[in-house]
T-cell receptor
Framework: KQEVTQIPAALSVPEGENLVLNCSFT??????LQWFRQDPGKGLTSLLL?????REQTSGRLNASLDKSSGRSTLYIAASQPGDSATYLC????????????FGSGTKLNVKP | DTGVSQNPRHKITKRGQNVTFRCDPI?????LYWYRQTLGQGPEFLTY????????KSRLLSDRFSAERPKGSFSTLEIQRTEQGDSAMYLC??????????????FGSGTRLTVV
């Protein structure tokens, strides 16, 4: 079964702290991996997309890494801000069917002012 | 084009009633996807279309669920004889799929269904 797991389920940090969100997947034959942000009651906003041939992607204060051999990805958020508070979802597509995402359950982040 | 549009945003219905949701994708996108998200969980794939053809359906899509995409534009998702377990956020996404792969994957804001 192609499972995606995210740890921790929830995280609360003071403003300004650097933090790391973790995502693990059971099948290393991935097509790509994407990190999304979801605000309460809203849809998903794509943050970073990493193709299977890439090791990392960066956008502003966000950096995502991919290690296929260990089945892990991390999302690094530098200098966190209260506006970063949201649920962060990791989603994987696989080589045998890249037409759909397998999502983790998300990490709910709260950045305290 | 303002992105993927879903209507209604919220729907409260009584158990046993039928409901229909609509999704309008980004106009140049040829693929359209439906996902379902229950509280505290990540979205789960339901089905997707390429143009007007429905190419894959999840086992989650029971015979009470039907999706259509006439003329390859907007899509509707209908749930017949709703059950309390159908309460969830229904998310639509669209993308442009071509020889180079899948691009511009964009989600709508979802339709939240509550079955009472």
């Amino acid at each position: 079964k192609q499972e995606v797991t995210q740890i921790p389920a929830a995280l609360s940090v003071p403003e300004g702290e650097n933090l790391v969100l973790n995502c693990s997947f059971t099948d290393s034959a991935i097509y790509n991996l994407q990190w999304f942000r979801q605000d309460p009651g809203k849809g998903l906003t794509s943050l970073l997309l990493i193709q299977s041939s890439q090791r990392e992607q960066t956008s502003g204060r966000l950096n995502a890494s991919l290690d296929k051999s260990s089945g892990r990805s991390t999302l690094y958020i530098a200098a966190s801000q209260p506006g970063d508070s949201a649920t962060y979802l990791c989603a994987v597509t696989y080589m045998n069917n890249f037409n759909k995402f397998y999502f983790g359950s998300g990490t709910k982040l709260n950045v305290k002012p | 084009d303002t992105g993927v549009s879903q209507n209604p945003r919220h729907k409260i219905t009584k158990r046993g009633q039928n409901v229909t949701f609509r999704c309008d994708p980004i106009s140049e996108h040829n693929r359209l996807y439906w996902y379902r998200q229950t509280l505290g969980q990540g979205p789960e794939f339901l089905t997707y279309f390429q143009n007007e053809a429905q190419l894959e359906k999840s086992r989650l899509l029971s015979d009470r669920f039907s999706a259509e995409r006439p003329k390859g534009s907007f899509s509707t998702l209908e749930i017949q004889r709703t059950e309390q377990g159908d309460s969830a956020m229904y998310l639509c996404a669209s993308s442009l799929f071509g020889l180079q792969g899948d691009y511009g994957y964009t989600f709508g804001s979802g339709t939240r269904l509550t079955v009472v």
